[in-house]
């Protein structure tokens, strides 16, 4: 089954600043909405961001607790969606995985149907 690719994650310090990125050769994400979801150890997986297709405007959602400090952006030409997450906090240790939809969720729900990646691990520790 096709999979999207994240990459990206990698072990940081407070403060600093990751840029996680979702793409897959061989599948155009110009028609979909993707969303970055997390899941940190012991809880259950939420949502962090969702950017609609380009034939929507490429409109961008993002969790009300980390507006501010994480953005998402696509970029057409190379066919990825990157999540930047500036000024980690421990609490943003998790792994992270995004997935294309026909639409974002308002809530960002992870039940729609979707295409997953297997995720990318970031680790915020001092």
């Known amino acids: 089954q096709l999979k999207l690719v994240e990459s990206g994650g990698e072990l940081v310090q407070p403060g600093m600043t990751l840029r996680l990125a979702c793409t897959r050769s061989?599948?155009?994400?110009?028609?979909?909405?993707v969303s970055w979801f997390r899941q940190a150890p012991g809880k259950e997986r939420e949502g962090v961001a969702c950017?609609?297709?380009?034939?929507?405007?490429?409109?961008?959602i993002v969790k009300d607790s980390v507006k501010g400090r994480i953005y998402i952006t696509r970029d057409k030409a190379e066919n990825t969606i990157y999540l930047h997450l500036y000024n980690l906090k421990i609490e943003d240790t998790a792994d992270y995985t995004c997935?294309?939809?026909?639409?974002?969720?308002?809530?960002?729900?992870?039940?729609?149907?979707?295409?997953w990646g297997q995720g990318t691990r970031v680790t915020v520790s001092s």
């Open positions: 061989g599948f155009i994400l110009d028609p979909y909405a």
């Open positions: 950017i609609s297709s380009i034939r929507s405007g490429s409109k961008t």
């Open positions: 997935a294309a939809t026909m639409y974002c969720s308002p809530t960002l729900t992870p039940n729609l149907p979707a295409t």
